[in-house]
């Protein structure tokens, strides 16, 4: 505990300040320049005095300077309360990032993520849930490598076309030299920590570093960290290789050669001479909640310093149900007005009215899916992704409702609107065709050298592919007889409105897996920490 120099108080670390503050004496102090009371000799220079707690039921520990602090519930798994185990002496680490982010304005930040998404369920906006945010300094690995000689970069060119059925697709080597070193590479070092959480949370800004002083702990706990340094070689020497990629992106005559050819670079099958040259420990801050359902358990995060949120948001099947109706209820009201009031409405134009919703119902609900498997994606062009799928979307109905308030496809009024149309449709195609690609993807998913939370949403991924595909298959076999129906234009309106409801039915289907996925792989199994470090036991 750090002592309050006028009146011997004890002192907390006020975020709005940045200061040590005295609540009896109102005093201010800079951290830096006060000392641990324990740190009497030289023996114990390098080290500060530390309150351990454990919790009974999952063995997590968490630290503490202030030895009258009352630690509340775990952390990590929603159990009662955590016991004091002893006092330990604890390695001061080189660097600390201090709170920004006070309580308050973390508060705020998990309400707006949550208010983000209308289908969270309610319990995950609960004021007295909220209010369970704690203040965790988190244990992090902060390297320093060099890349000196050169280095090459492996690079491919789009395919060319030679004749008939030959086709030529070249490789080059780009070569570039450096003498330097790399800072900015960060990994967190407790096995406790998911890196899930860690890795969206990223990145810290390590400039705003400071040297360690205990008093910035006060009022607050920290994780021991229980990494290997080495642990992240492999990760570092990728993010090196990527750095490399870089720095011949931004040099201009670099830059224009790949332009001119349309070059992509690989860095991953890149040759990069790097070494580590230091690692240090560096405490970053984290506002912690966590929430305990049954034999789940759901967590949120706030990065301390930039207020960034990560969080679980199970959605309410429910609140999904009643919007997914709702919707339906106004559709379907909208397409009796239409018919009321233009009585040269067709049965088949309402069909293909339901076709569109269909087909955009099937990509928004993919990609929210693709989204949540694979948060970061490959980049593409948003005209390519969902932004300019919705575009074409309002696009292809408009033009739609254009041509069919005009009753007929053959009038001059309404060919001035079918290019846009068909394109529009075309393009929606397009959009479908690098989703599907998307989504198989997902098979391919390794397993390996990633998060607990992170393997279970691949593995829950691939079981949702191989349930739904049939019914996909069926929903595009649906959309393809739908469209020759609506051409035809048949007399027997019964065909085409049942292929109406069929519609109607396999996408709210489609909704009902993909509420069922979501719901799945928001919530987490209890943990269970060894000496060893965390292992999550799903018995």
Not at 240 to 261: C, F, H, P, T, W
Request: glycine residues 8%.
């Amino acid at each position: 505990m750090i002592s309050c120099p006028s009146c011997g108080a004890g002192l907390r670390f006020d975020i709005a300040e940045q200061k040590m503050v005295c609540d009896h004496c109102q005093n201010r102090f800079d951290a830096q320049a006060l000392t641990d009371d324990s740190a009497r000799d030289d023996a114990k220079a390098s080290c500060f005095d530390s309150y351990v707690y454990t919790c009974p039921s999952c063995g997590a520990e968490i630290i503490t300077t202030d030895k009258n602090d009352a630690v509340g519930f775990c952390q990590y798994c929603g159990g009662a309360s955590l016991i004091f185990d002893k006092i330990r002496q604890e390695w001061k680490p080189e660097h600390i990032i201090p709170f920004q982010i006070t309580k308050e304005q973390c508060k705020e930040a998990y309400r707006k993520a949550a208010a983000h998404n209308p289908f969270v369920s309610k319990k995950y906006r609960d004021p007295q849930l909220i209010e369970g945010f704690r203040g965790v300094y988190m244990p992090y690995w902060s390297y320093r490598a060099s890349v000196s000689g050169n280095f090459v970069i492996k690079a491919t060119a789009p395919r060319e076309h030679e004749s008939g059925n030959t086709y030529i697709i070249r490789h080059y080597n780009l070569y570039g030299s450096s003498d330097g070193t790399l800072d900015g590479f960060s990994h967190d070092a407790s096995l406790n920590f998911d890196d899930d959480l860690s890795e969206t949370l990223a990145p810290f800004d390590s400039t705003g570093q400071q040297p360690f002083a205990p008093g910035y702990l006060s009022g607050f706990y920290a994780e021991t960290g229980n990494v290997n340094p080495h642990e992240y070689d492999e990760a570092i020497a990728d993010e090196i290789r990527e750095n490399a990629v870089g720095m011949l992106e931004r040099n201009a005559a670099v830059s224009d050669y790949i332009n001119k050819y349309k070059l992509s670079l690989d860095s991953g099958a890149s040759s990069v001479p790097s070494q580590i040259q230091s690692v240090s420990r560096t405490l970053n801050p984290v506002w912690f909640m966590s929430r305990r359902d049954g034999g789940d358990i759901t967590y949120a995060a706030v990065n301390g310093q930039t207020g960034k949120v990560s969080a679980d948001f199970p959605l309410s099947p429910l609140r999904i149900l009643v919007a997914a109706l709702g919707i339906s209820a106004a559709v379907y009201a909208l397409l009796l007005l239409l018919m009321g009031v233009m009585p040269s409405i067709k049965a088949n134009s309402t069909l293909g009215f339901c076709l569109i919703l269909m087909n955009a119902g099937m990509y928004y609900l993919q990609n929210s899916f693709n989204r949540t498997v694979a948060p970061n994606p490959a980049k593409k062009s948003k005209f390519f992704g969902s932004g300019g799928f919705t575009v074409f979307v309002i696009i292809c109905l408009l033009t739609f409702i254009f041509i069919v308030t005009d009753g007929s496809y053959g009038r001059k009024r309404a060919l001035i609107v079918v290019l846009p149309f068909f394109a529009s449709c075309f393009f929606m195609l397009f959009c479908h065709g690098n989703q599907i690609s998307d989504t198989w993807s997902v098979r391919k998913l390794r397993l390996a050298n990633i998060s607990p939370l992170r393997q279970r949403v691949a593995e829950e991924g691939k079981r949702f592919v191989g349930r739904v595909v049939w019914l996909k298959i069926v929903m595009y076999v649906t959309l393809a007889i739908g469209v020759l129906i609506a051409f035809a234009d048949l007399p027997a309106r019964w065909i085409t409105y049942g292929m109406c409801i069929l519609a109607a039915t396999e996408l709210f289907g489609l909704a009902i897996f993909h509420i069922h996925f979501q719901t799945q792989v928001a919530k987490r199994p209890l943990p269970q920490f060894n000496k060893k470090g965390a292992q999550y036991d799903e018995n």
